[in-house]
């Protein structure tokens, strides 16, 4: 199941779950920061491996994208000045890019979770900050559940909020998941940073850019017969993909392009 609701101007106040709750400053106030990284270490290092988990591989996932996922400084890499910079290329039509994990290093089950982006923009890229259940080991995906914080793509004018879980019996698709999907019209996200964020409650998700909560789901919100799998352990994930059949296939001149975060938090 899809559900699709557009926001203007960088605020929603017409989702499933009712009016978005707290704004990032009050959260985080209230809230005790206790993993971060802020991606000082020296230009070219990896990220720090206490924290993160490089993923390799990766041509096909999702629907058909086209990248393979490398450790390469080429595609990630910490730039010395504070940041960490995901690199999508294109080399003689073999495209490369990354994507890392706090799996089995920091996980959240309840509280805040955010980080700050400069996002890219560009046909047939989908830049995403998002979280996995710590389960999937176990049970798998999508039995383990998937939580998209944000998902941007193509030329970045809409941000996408999803909760993905298994798809339920009898329902009316030939996916392999259900899904809730909740959309903001947030322009110009791709000029500069932002702070994308997610509030995760028991029984809530509260999604949201800079001070603007934007979204809400609940388990009123799933479809008839879906079970709400979001109040347990969930690791985050950064990663740049390229082509598919979500945003389609990358433009001529489009890559190289940069996705480059300059802090993640965790707070309880």
């Given at each position: 199941m899809v559900s699709t609701v557009a926001c203007g101007g960088g605020t929603c106040h017409a989702e499933p779950g009712g009016?978005?709750?707290g704004s990032f400053s009050s959260l985080t106030a209230s809230h005790q920061l206790y993993a971060a990284d802020d991606f000082d270490?020296?230009?070219?290092?990896?990220p720090d491996p206490a924290m993160w988990n490089i993923?390799?591989?990766g041509v096909g996932w999702g629907a058909g994208e086209a990248q393979a996922y490398t450790?390469?400084?080429?595609?990630?890499?910490?730039d010395g000045d504070g940041h960490l910079v995901i690199t999508a290329r294109d080399d003689d039509g073999h495209v490369t890019s990354a994507r890392l994990n706090t799996q089995g290093k920091v996980d959240v089950t309840e509280g805040v979770v955010a980080a700050r982006i400069k996002m890219p923009a560009g046909q047939g890229l989908q830049p995403a900050f998002w979280l996995l259940g710590q389960s999937m080991p176990e049970v798998g995906w999508p039995a383990s559940g998937e939580i998209d914080i944000v998902e941007l793509l193509n030329d970045a004018s809409t941000a996408y909020?999803?909760?993905?879980?298994?798809r339920v019996e009898g329902q009316r698709s030939n996916a392999s998941h259900s899904q809730l999907q909740l959309t903001s019209r947030v322009g110009g996200l791709a000029d500069d940073f932002h702070t994308y964020w997610l509030d995760k409650e028991p029984g809530r998700l509260v999604f949201g850019i800079d001070e603007n909560a934007l979204a809400t789901i609940t388990p009123a919100d799933l479809p008839p017969g879906q079970q709400w799998i979001y109040d347990t352990p969930y690791f985050a994930v950064l990663n740049l993909a390229v082509g598919g059949a979500w945003p389609g296939p990358v433009g001529p001149g489009v890559l190289p392009k940069q996705m480059t975060v300059d802090w993640v938090r965790f707070y309880r």
């Open positions: 009016m978005p709750v270490g020296p230009s070219n290092s990896a993923e390799t591989g450790a390469s400084p080429a595609n990630i890499r910490q909020f999803t909760a993905i879980g298994p």
